[in-house]
Every structure is written in C-alpha cells, then in structure tokens.
C-alpha cells in the first residue's frame, strides 16, 4: 500500500470513528447549588458545605464519550472549585478544577461552568471540592455507562447501587484543616465512618440512619464503590454474599471474586453481587486498613443488604472483616488486580525501554521542618525532590497561559 493511500485509508477511518463517536455522544446539563446545610449524626448537628442539600452530592450519570455541563453556583461562604476524579479531559485543562492549578477558587455569590468531556473512561468515577477539605462534604459519583450500542464485559447486571464511603467529623471541616495546618499536627481523627452519608448502628446514637440496599432474589447487582474518605484505606464485606471486582477506577479489571474488598481514598471499585442466599437481611460493613504507628480509629460502620419482603435476621456476628492491621489480608486482595484485555478498555502505549531518552528520578518525602508557630516546634511536610507546594495566590495554568514569570524553586525564576 502506497503512502497517499495509506494515510487516506486512515484519514477515512478517522473520520469514520470520529463520525461514530459524535453520532452516539449526548450532552448532559446539571445545576449544582452549593451551600451550608445542617445534618444530625452521632446526636450532634454539624454545618456542612454540600450541593443541593445532600451528603453525599447528586450523581452524574451518563454514558462514556458523552460531553457534560455543571454549572456550579457558589452559595457559601468561601470560595472553593469542583475536580472530576479520573477524568483525563484530553486538551481541556481549564475544567480539570484543582483550586489555583487549573482556576482561581469560585468566589461566594458567582458561578461557574465546568465542561467534562469524557474520552475512554468507562464504569465508576467521583466529582470532589478541590479546596481545603471541602471534598470532605462536597462530593459524589460520576456514572459512565457503556456507549448506546456498547455492553459490560461481564453478565449484564439487573441494576446498579452506587456506595460511597466517607468520614464523618463533629465540627466544621475547615476548622479542622486549618487549625491543623497552623499547628503543624496531623488533623484530627473523624468521630464515625459513612455509608453514603449514614452512620448505621454501631455508633450508639439511637436517631441514626442506616443504609439499606433492597435487592431482589436471584438478581445480580453492580455495586459502585467509591471511597471518598479524607485518609482512610478502607475494607468493604457484606455478610455471607461474596464480591466479584470487575473494574477500578473507569477501567475494566480481570474478574476475581472475594469475600471483602480494599479500597484507597479517592479510589473506585466496580462490584459484582449476586443476591444468591436465603431471603433475608445482611449486614454490609467497611472498617479502616491501616499497619501505620499513626492508625485510624478502629470503627466498624454498618449498612443492610436486604432482600424484598424479608425482615429480621440481622446477625453482626455474621460479619467477616479483616483486622485493621491485617497486611496479609491486605497484600491477598491487592495481589488478584490485573488488567484485562477487552475491548472496552483503553489501549494502553507503553513506550519500550528503548524509546525512553530521558529519565525523572522523583523522591517522595515526609519530614519534620522547623516551624515557630507550631504547638511542637515543628510541622510535617510534604515533598518532591524535597520540595513541597505551597498554593499559590494566582492560578498557574492561566499564569502559564499568559507566559507569565513562573517561579519555580530551585530550577529558574524566569
Ligand atoms: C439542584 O437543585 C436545583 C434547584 O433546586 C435543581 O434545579 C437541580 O436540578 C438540582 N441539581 C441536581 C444535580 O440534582
Ligand atoms: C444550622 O444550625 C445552626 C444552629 O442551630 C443555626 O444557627 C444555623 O442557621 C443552621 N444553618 C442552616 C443552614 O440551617
Ligand atoms: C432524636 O430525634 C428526636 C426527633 O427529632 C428528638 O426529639 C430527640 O431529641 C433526638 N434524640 C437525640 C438523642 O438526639
Ligand atoms: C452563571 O449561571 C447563569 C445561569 O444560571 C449562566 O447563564 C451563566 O453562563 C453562568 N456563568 C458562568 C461563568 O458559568
Ligand atoms: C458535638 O461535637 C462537638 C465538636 O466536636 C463537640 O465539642 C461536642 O462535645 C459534641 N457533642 C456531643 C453531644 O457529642
Ligand atoms: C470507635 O473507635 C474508637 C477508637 O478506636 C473506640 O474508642 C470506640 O469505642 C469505637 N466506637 C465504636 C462505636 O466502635
Ligand atoms: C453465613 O456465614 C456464616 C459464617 O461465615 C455461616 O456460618 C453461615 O452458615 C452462613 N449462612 C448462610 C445462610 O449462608
Ligand atoms: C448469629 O450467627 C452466629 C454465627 O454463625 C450464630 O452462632 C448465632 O446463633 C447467630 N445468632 C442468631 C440470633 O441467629
Ligand atoms: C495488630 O494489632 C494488634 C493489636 O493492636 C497487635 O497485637 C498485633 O501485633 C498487630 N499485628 C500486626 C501484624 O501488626
Ligand atoms: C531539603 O530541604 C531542607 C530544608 O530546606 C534542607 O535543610 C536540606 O538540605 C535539603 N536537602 C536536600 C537533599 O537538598
């Protein structure tokens, strides 16, 4: 084959499969309101920055190539932007929403449109406040169904349930923050752990809510797990079902099956669950991971898998979750994660070794810096090539944009 007719017969298929992306892709509107609304956990009433009232947030659901609109209105009291978590956005920076990266915070009393335009995402992934730890209240799961004539690599599931973990803290999560960036100390520990936004039973507080998935006999579920917890590692079972993962992160995996999985902050998890066993109720629970000196606290927080028409049976001791510092456990379950070769699933380039010319050497680090504000003396940093981010004042994609004087420690100040 010739070279003209080479690249026609590319150009055509481009533009075949251009054609065809176009033809199937929608274009979706959302409203989001954020505000300050009041909720009651733990027999205790917290203020939260959420959107539209709801903890967890409104999900974004569409279908992968789609194009997606979110007006976001700030109605609080600071300024703060909104990240679409795993969203690769190919040449549309300025949506990608990390506060003074990409956009100046969204100041109190404006709005601002964000355009998501999707690529080769598919499955689960989250939206998220990108300022502080507004994410902590401000967040919710983005939904990628398969494109209109494409299917799940797997049994097709009779429905879905989105599951999102949190941490839930007594107090005004800005405080918390910033009271412990001024001391120079860890933040401290959240008082419960949530299922999409309820605290379950273990907790105490009889006026408690818990979550409660009703499912049908016989019918399979995928379940959308979203970890949204501020720092936690967290471990996921439901009492005597066991749990198929078929993809993470808006890619398919190799299937593996499971009595729990694990799961890392700002991490997804697409399920399988067959409601297969006797009629009845069970419990779903998550627990924290963690082999750290600086462990989290150790709560348990329930749900209930609960078949239709069945009430009774609930039977905690049924709950099978590995000890919080169970590595093993940890170690099993991270080991069974492969990629899958299908269709569905972006190709992935790995340039071979040959083609590298230049390598990046990046140390990561935690250390001690002096600090004389400090309640120890001392803060905790973070740093790259021992250096740490300090958020700028301006936004540095628009800096970058304007060829503005970008000040970069240790390499140049032009
Ligand atoms: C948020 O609330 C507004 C006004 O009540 C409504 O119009 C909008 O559809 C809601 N957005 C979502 C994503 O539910
Ligand atoms: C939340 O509760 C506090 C204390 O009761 C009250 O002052 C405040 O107005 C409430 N905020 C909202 C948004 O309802
Ligand atoms: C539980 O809720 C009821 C009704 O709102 C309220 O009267 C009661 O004080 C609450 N109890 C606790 C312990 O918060
Ligand atoms: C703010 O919202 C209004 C309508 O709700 C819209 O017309 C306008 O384009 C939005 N502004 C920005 C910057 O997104
Ligand atoms: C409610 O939470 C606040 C903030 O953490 C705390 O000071 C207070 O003691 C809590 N009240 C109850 C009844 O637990
Ligand atoms: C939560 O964890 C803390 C610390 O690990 C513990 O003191 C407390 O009893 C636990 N509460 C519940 C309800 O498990
Ligand atoms: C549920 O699991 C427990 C312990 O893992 C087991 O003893 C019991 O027989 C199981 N029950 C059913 C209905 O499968
Ligand atoms: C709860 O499950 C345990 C373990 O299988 C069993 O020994 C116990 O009898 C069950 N309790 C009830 C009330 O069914
Ligand atoms: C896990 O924690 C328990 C209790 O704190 C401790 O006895 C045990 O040695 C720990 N196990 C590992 C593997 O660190
Ligand atoms: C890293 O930064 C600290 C504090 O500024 C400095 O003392 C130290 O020498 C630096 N280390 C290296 C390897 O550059």
């Not at 920076?93 to 404006?110: A, K, L, M, R, Y």
């Not at 066993?277 to 779903?284: A, E, L, W």
């Amino acid at each position: 084959m010739g070279l003209q007719q080479g690249f026609v017969t590319w150009f055509v298929g481009v533009l075949f499969l251009t054609t065809l992306l176009l033809s199937s892709a929608d274009v979706h509107h959302y409203e989001f309101f954020v505000r300050e609304s009041n909720f009651t956990k733990l027999c205790n009433t917290t203020t939260l920055l959420v959107v539209n009232d709801s903890y967890p947030g409104p999900q974004i659901r569409v279908h992968r190539g789609d194009t997606v609109f979110v007006n976001v209105h700030n109605q609080g009291n600071y300024g703060f932007t909104i990240h679409w978590h795993g969203v690769k956005q190919p040449r549309n920076p300025w949506s990608d929403g990390p506060e003074f990266v990409t956009q100046c915070p969204i100041q109190p009393g404006t709005n601002f449109t964000y355009e998501i335009v999707l690529s080769d995402e598919i499955g689960t992934l989250w939206w998220h406040a990108h300022s502080d730890w507004t994410r902590g209240s401000v967040h919710g799961a983005f939904i990628i169904l398969p494109a209109k004539k494409e299917t799940y690599p797997f049994p097709t599931p009779n429905a879905d349930q989105t599951v999102i973990l949190e941490s839930w803290y007594d107090g005004d999560y800005k405080q918390i923050i910033d009271d412990a960036l001024a001391a120079g100390v860890s933040p401290r520990q959240p008082n419960a752990y949530a299922i999409n936004g309820h605290v379950g039973d273990t907790y105490g507080c009889p006026n408690d809510t818990i979550f409660r998935m009703q499912v049908d006999s016989e019918k399979i579920y995928l379940l959308r797990i979203i970890n949204a917890a501020m720092n936690e590692h967290f471990f996921f079972t439901i009492a005597n079902h066991t749990l198929t993962v078929v993809a993470q992160d808006a890619s398919y995996v190799r299937r593996f099956t499971r009595d729990y999985i694990l799961i890392s902050p700002g991490q997804t998890m697409d399920v399988l669950v067959s409601a297969n066993r006797n009629v009845g109720q069970y419990y779903m629970a998550i627990r924290p991971f963690s082999d750290s000196s600086a462990a989290p606290i150790d709560n348990i927080t329930t749900g209930i898998f609960q078949y239709t028409n069945s009430e009774g049976g609930l039977n905690a001791s049924l709950i099978t979750l590995p000890v919080m510092n169970d590595t093993d456990a940890m170690i099993n379950f991270l080991n069974q994660i492969r990629n899958t070769k299908v269709s569905q699933n972006p190709r992935i380039n790995v340039p071979a070794d040959k083609d590298i010319k230049r390598r990046v050497f990046i140390a990561l680090a935690v250390n001690n810096l002096p600090c004389s504000n400090c309640v120890v003396g001392t803060r905790l940093v973070a740093s790259l090539n021992n250096v740490s981010y300090v958020s700028p004042s301006i936004d540095i994609l628009q800096a970058y944009y304007n060829r503005y004087i970008i000040y970069i420690h240790g390499y140049s100040n032009s």
